[in-house]
């Protein structure tokens, strides 16, 4: 277990979880929960944390993260939010642009994996990305973790690969949401401008421990924000966005539909 990499690395330095603990500025049972994989330190701890065990940024993401990663080739800022994720026990997402990562089948997200920058994708990398799609998910599949989603039609129309990878995608997707844990509302084209819309892409990340905080991703890399006002900003934009959407049963047959479609055309 990565998590186990924690310990590891503590008592390489001959510290005990109180010495960390006061370095970071938490109490050792903080320092203890971390460690069994309980709780998560937030962003803003973890440079500290870092520095206490004598490792890199990078390093301590890839250990705080449950994920088969390659800690050379995979950011910190990515890192991050897959540790946090996988530590979450509720996500809102707000996703007008494809298909939310979690809901995603293996041969969409090989098709997305496939469509960054601007050369060939390395097939390592496809795979590498499929994998550590489905490895997420299982929390998901598992019932740990409650998703709700608001996604744009826009997702449902816009291809990635053939017209049997999109009906296959949409399927699992309606399918996904008659799980008691899982959520999704599709807001039509009828539902013109918005304010999570104009924000575009955003999830709002509740855990056990400690306040609800906001993971926004664009072109640069991903950043979090946690505070108080900003965060509740968003949870009403994400609330306001629920109300504008089909409802979670018409949003299901919406989907189905549109796979029909998309069914139709293979």
Do not use: C
């Amino acid at each position: 277990m990565r998590r186990a990499k924690l310990v590891e690395a503590r008592k390489a330095g001959g510290k005990t979880q109180e010495t960390v603990g006061e370095e970071v500025g938490v109490d050792r049972t903080t320092v203890g929960s971390w460690e069994r994989g309980e709780s998560t330190p937030y962003p803003q701890q973890r440079p500290a944390y870092a520095e206490a065990l004598g490792v890199t940024l990078s390093e301590l993401a890839a250990m705080l993260s449950s994920m088969p990663a390659d800690i050379d080739e995979m950011p910190t800022w990515l890192a991050t939010y897959l540790a946090m994720e996988q530590s979450a026990t509720e996500l809102r997402a707000h996703e007008p642009e494809v298909v939310y990562g979690l809901l995603q089948s293996p041969d969409y997200a090989a098709e997305i994996a496939r469509g960054v920058g601007t050369t060939p994708t390395p097939d390592s990398y496809v795979q590498r990305n499929v994998e550590q799609r489905r490895y997420r998910q299982r929390r998901v599949r598992d019932g740990d973790l409650h998703l709700d989603v608001v996604q744009t039609e826009q997702v449902l129309h816009l291809r990635f690969g053939d017209a049997g990878v999109m009906a296959e995608q949409l399927t699992r997707m309606a399918d996904l949401a008659e799980l008691p844990n899982v959520t999704i509302r599709i807001t039509t084209f009828d539902a013109g401008q918005y304010e999570a819309h104009r924000l575009d892409t955003f999830t709002i990340m509740t855990h056990a421990w400690g306040t609800p905080n906001v993971y926004l991703e664009g072109y640069g890399g991903g950043r979090f924000i946690t505070e108080a006002d900003e965060v509740a900003y968003f949870a009403d934009a994400f609330d306001q966005a629920t109300k504008v959407a089909l409802s979670p049963a018409d949003s299901v047959a919406f989907i189905r539909e549109m796979a029909s479609k998309w069914e139709a055309r293979r």
